[in-house]
């Protein structure tokens, strides 16, 4: 568990519900400037199809979107700056606008086939690909270029993976597939020799 993350949720408020329900509250000290994102939280980032961003809006209400894309679409650029690129879509321009006045994010990365969750804070910047075009090439897929409208940077400051105890598993429609396809030619072997058995 990194420090700092612990460091940036463990607030006051938190602290006092802490003490009310088990009577004493964590305290953290010594937390870095920031804790960088290391091997297993790479690996795990680059194969995730999809994340929830969190964002703040001038109104205090909080925002959550989902953002999908090829596995890898959200890129560690090094230990402390992931982006991705935002394509064209319905034009609200919700997280967009909330960054702009609060730069605090929240991403919430899922795997669900093996019970995994990665949380992550950090500071968000939008990069216009008009003005800064050689980004496009960098950060997104081949297919969806024509579609980049802009490309989200954020500055890691903390990180924390969750306890699998209360995450279902579920697959996608590939992983089905992929896990499927043995008992399918399994299958196939054992209808083929019935057949001859019986002819």
Request: glycine content about 6%; proline content about 3%.
């Amino acid at each position: 568990m990194a420090t700092k993350y612990l460091d940036l949720t463990f607030t006051e408020s938190v602290r006092r519900a802490q003490t009310a329900y088990y009577g004493m509250a964590g305290n953290i000290t010594g937390a870095p400037e920031k804790d960088p994102l290391g091997e297993a939280e790479a690996e795990f980032i680059a194969n995730r199809d999809s994340f929830y961003l969190g964002s703040i809006s001038e109104s205090g209400w909080p925002y959550i979107q989902h953002r999908g894309g090829a596995k890898g679409f959200l890129r560690v650029v090094d230990e402390t700056t992931l982006a991705f690129a935002d394509y064209k879509g319905n034009r609200q321009l919700l997280t967009t606008g909330n960054v702009s006045v609060n730069d605090r994010v929240a991403l919430f990365l899922m795997d669900y086939q093996n019970r995994a969750r990665l949380k992550i804070l950090g500071h968000a910047r939008i990069e216009d690909v008009r003005e800064r075009p050689e980004l496009i090439e960098r950060f997104s897929d081949a297919t969806m270029r024509t579609s980049v409208e802009r490309l989200v940077v954020i500055d890691v400051v903390s990180f924390d993976w969750n306890c699998p105890k209360y995450i279902t598993a579920r697959y996608s429609v590939n992983e089905v597939e992929e896990l499927a396809s043995s008992l399918r030619s399994r299958i196939a072997e054992l209808e083929a020799a019935l057949r001859a058995v019986k002819s």
